[in-house]
Every structure is written in structure tokens, then in C-alpha cells.
Antibody, heavy 118, light 110 residues
Framework: EVQLVESGGGLVQPGGSLRLSCAAS????????LNWVRQAPGKGLEWVSN????????YYADSVKGRFTVSRDNSKNTVYLQMSSLRVEDTAIYYC???????????WGQGTLVTVSS | QTVVTQEPSFSVSPGGTVTLTCALS?????????PSWYQQTPGQAPRILIY???TRSSGVPDRFSGSILGNKAALIVTGAQADDEAHYYC??????????FGGGTKLTVL
């Protein structure tokens, strides 16, 4: 069974940094790309970032480019999202989602809440 | 910047049929965008319903179907049930490792 478990969320001040983790199990980790998707309170889903499998190419939404960095440790079956220069509008639940071999997200974690506030 | 538009809300009677759509700000949605659809209920993570335009995910009831209608992707719910009340999001692949979600549709069954 595929499992994705996010952690690392919390309260941070504007301008601060936070690192999220997503621990994966139930599939051959380095064969799959992973994504981060966020959802602000009461709002819709927003795709944030993607990291490829073994080769690890990285991609970002314009809203986070230059501030967020996605990485992965295939020895730990874990993907990370390093967030810096955080803004109030980055407040959201952050979900980790596995990409299929085509282009959809069949598996999702339960999310971790990031609150950016002074 | 690519914007994907969905109806903000829709209402359907139990047993009725509803078509939710997903439109691109810049042109037509085609199978090349690998449209997929997700259902989200309050407090839960999204759940995949339809992928690659019209393939139903494992365990999804066959009252859910997907297609391209005109220049939009569509999610059709035939014979709506009370537990279909949820938010529905489409997702389009833009290529180059990037995606965009639609704004979501809140479906009410009453």
C-alpha cells in the first residue's frame, strides 16, 4: 500500500524558513516523481513543485520560484520542501502527492499545516 | 500565466446528472493535457477519480465519467448520490514538469 506522510509544518513568522518532509513507502521510491500541492484555508488546490525520480529534475510554480527548493533523499525514501522568505499568503496545508507514470497524482498524503503569521 | 476555470458551484438533485467543466484561459483542453479529476470532502486529502481524460481510477463508481466536450475537459456524474457532495478539481499537465489546478467546483446534492 502506498503511503505518504508529511511532517514539519508549524507556525513561522513572515520572512522565516521551514522545511517540510514527506516520507514515502509502498513503492519503488526512486522510480517516481513527487509533487507538493498546497491549499490555503477555504481555497482551492495549487500545484507548488515537482521533483523527478532518479534524475531529480525540479520544477516550481511561479508563486514560489526562487523561495522554495524541493529535494529528495532516495536512501531515506523522503522528499523535502525547503521554504524560505515565507509570506502570509504561503499559509496553507501542504500535501505531498506521487506522480503516476503519465501525468496525474494517484496517491496523496494527509498534509501538514504551515501558518505564516506574526 | 495559465488559468484553468471551473464552475464555482453546481447543484444537482439526487439521481440527476451533472456535467462539470474545466477550461483553459489560453486555448482548448485536449488529451495532450492529460486531464485528471479529484474529489475532496471537508478535512480530507484529494482523491483521484478520473485520469488521462476518461479512465476511472480503481474503486471509483461508474457513475463518474470523463471526456472532452468541445474545448473543455468534463466530469460527468450520472445518478448523483448524497455522498457525491464535495469539491471537485481538475488538473492539467502543462508539460515540462509543471501542472495547474482548476479553481474547483463545489457540488451540492439536494
Amino acid at each position: 500500500e502506498v503511503q505518504l506522510v508529511e511532517s514539519g509544518g508549524g507556525l513561522v513568522q513572515p520572512g522565516g524558513s521551514l522545511r517540510l518532509s514527506c516520507a514515502a513507502s509502498g513503492f519503488t521510491f526512486n522510480n517516481y516523481a513527487l509533487n507538493w500541492v498546497r491549499q490555503a484555508p477555504g481555497k482551492g488546490l495549487e500545484w507548488v513543485s515537482n521533483i523527478g525520480g532518479d534524475a531529480g529534475g525540479t520544477y516550481y510554480a511561479d508563486s514560489v520560484k526562487g523561495r522554495f527548493t524541493v529535494s529528495r533523499d532516495n536512501s531515506k525514501n523522503t522528499v523535502y520542501l525547503q521554504m524560505s522568505s515565507l509570506r502570509v499568503e504561503d499559509t496553507a496545508i501542504y500535501y505531498c502527492a506521487r506522480r503516476s507514470k503519465t501525468a496525474y497524482f494517484p496517491n496523496w498524503g494527509q498534509g501538514t499545516l504551515v501558518t505564516v503569521s506574526s | 500565466q495559465t488559468v484553468v476555470t471551473q464552475e464555482p458551484s453546481f447543484s444537482v438533485s439526487p439521481g440527476g446528472t451533472v456535467t462539470l467543466t474545466c477550461a483553459l484561459s489560453s486555448g482548448s483542453v485536449s488529451t495532450n493535457y492529460y486531464p485528471s479529476w479529484y474529489q475532496q470532502t471537508p478535512g480530507q486529502a484529494p482523491r483521484i477519480l478520473i485520469y488521462n481524460t476518461n479512465t476511472r481510477s480503481s474503486g471509483v463508481p461508474d457513475r463518474f465519467s470523463g471526456s472532452i466536450l468541445g474545448n473543455k475537459a468534463a466530469l460527468i456524474v450520472t445518478g448523483a448520490q448524497a455522498d457525491d457532495e464535495a469539491h471537485y478539481y481538475c488538473l492539467l499537465y502543462l508539460g515540462g514538469g509543471t501542472w495547474v489546478f482548476g479553481g474547483g467546483t463545489k457540488l451540492t446534492v439536494l
